[in-house]
T-cell receptor, first 113, second 113 residues
Framework: EAQVTQNPRYLITVTGKKLTVTCSQN?????MSWYRQDPGLGLRQIYY???????DKGDVPEGYKVSRKEKRNFPLILESPSPNQTSLYFC????????????FGEGSRLTVL | AQSVTQPDIHITVSEGASLELRCNYS??????LFWYVQSPGQGLQLLLK??????LVQGIKGFEAEFKRSQSSFNLRKPSVHWSDAAEYFC???????????FGTGTRLAVRP
């Protein structure tokens, strides 16, 4: 089954404790992206990657890092989480070509105390 | 820069009534337009998309949307709402390059029995 898988789905952590949210897709997509969703703000793009070893900032990259060492994986790293990073995070990957579609993971709900 | 406005935060309709959710976008070139639905605690599911051609687009679950370039709008419609349509709906605009999808802030739909 074609899917985007995120882990963990739920996480409660404390300020300053480094964490990584993993994202993996099995569709051989070149493009992957991370979004955060906050009430009243919709989804905002954090980082995206057009291909392996190619990443770029989205609208809200502060406090986050990403890496793209292989095509299927695109982890999101919070080096020193803060309470304002409490959010629902979505990973997505996209088909190629002129007509494309974004596929989303199930989401990871992160709470930073 | 691209942007999306969903002017209605909450909408309540009676089951069986018709529905129209408004979406206005800002983008300098021909936009790629999408509607997603998010049920409580779930990820995002694509309802329909517009890239070019026929301005009336049919989607899943009986939804349709009409692209009106002169009004910069892409409103979502359904002739008869079912209780299971209660969810949050997001309109999004993307570039042809596909590097970014910009979302509106969402419209939460409640369905009255």
């Amino acid at each position: 089954e074609a899917q985007v898988t995120q882990n963990p789905r739920y996480l409660i952590t404390v300020t300053g404790k480094k964490l990584t949210v993993t994202c993996s897709q099995n569709m051989n997509h070149e493009y992957m992206s991370w979004y955060r969703q906050d009430p009243g703000l919709g989804l905002r793009q954090i980082y995206y990657s057009m291909n392996v070893e190619v990443t770029d900032k989205g609208d809200v990259p502060e406090g986050y890092k990403v890496s793209r060492k292989e095509k299927r994986n695109f982890p999101l790293i919070l080096e020193s989480p803060s309470p304002n990073q409490t959010s629902l995070y979505f990973c997505a990957s996209r088909t190629s070509g002129r007509v494309w579609e974004l596929f989303f993971g199930e989401g990871s709900r992160l709470t930073v105390l | 820069a691209q942007s999306v406005t969903q002017p209605d935060i909450h909408i309540t309709v009676s089951e069986g009534a018709s529905l129209e959710l408004r979406c206005n976008y800002s983008y300098g070139a021909t936009p790629y337009l999408f509607w997603y639905v998010q049920s409580p605690g779930q990820g995002l599911q694509l309802l329909l998309k517009y890239f070019s051609g026929d301005t009336l687009v049919q989607g899943i679950k009986g939804f349709e949307a009409e692209f009106k370039r002169s009004q910069s709008s892409f409103n979502l419609r359904k002739p008869s709402v079912h209780w299971s349509d209660a969810a949050e709906y997001f309109c999004a605009v993307g570039k042809s390059s596909g590097d970014k999808l910009t979302f509106g802030t969402g419209t939460r739909l409640a369905v009255r029995p």
